[in-house]
Nanobody, 116 residues
Framework: QVQLVESGGGLVQPGGSLRLSCAAS????????MGWYRQPPGKEREFVAA???????KYGDSVQGRFTISRDNAKNTVTLQMNSLKPEDTAVYYC??????????WGQGTQVTVSS
């Protein structure tokens, strides 16, 4: 079992930045995938960003060029740097991990609100 705890959400004005962190209860070095999803109000959960096998990064089309995902194996944390935030980025952001191809884990979520 892996616990994922997100932090860093909050209220920010359009054009601003936020940094989300996800702390894992076990080593992320062996994770197949570490990433982020989000669920906007009244919508389905959607993919935001991921690091696959510790090297390859992938991004959703709507955040490409504005968000950056990174990982720190020594601290077992994954970070999502979000720049140039837009009101449509408002959502609950969830940390996601997949180990050994089949075991998936989710954090409890952190609210990000982009509003003036």
């Amino acid at each position: 079992q892996v616990q994922l705890v997100e932090s860093g959400g909050g209220l920010v004005q359009p054009g601003g930045s936020l940094r989300l962190s996800c702390a894992a209860s076990r080593s992320i070095f062996s994770a197949d995938v570490m990433g982020w999803y989000r669920q906007p109000p009244g919508k389905e959960r959607e993919f935001v960003a991921a690091i696959v096998r510790g090297a390859t990064t992938k991004y959703g089309d709507s955040v490409q060029g504005r968000f950056t995902i990174s990982r720190d194996n020594a601290k077992n944390t994954v970070t999502l740097q979000m720049n140039s935030l837009k009101p449509e980025d408002t959502a609950v952001y969830y940390c996601h991990a997949k180990y050994y191809g089949a075991h998936e884990y989710w954090g409890q979520g952190t609210q990000v609100t982009v509003s003036s």
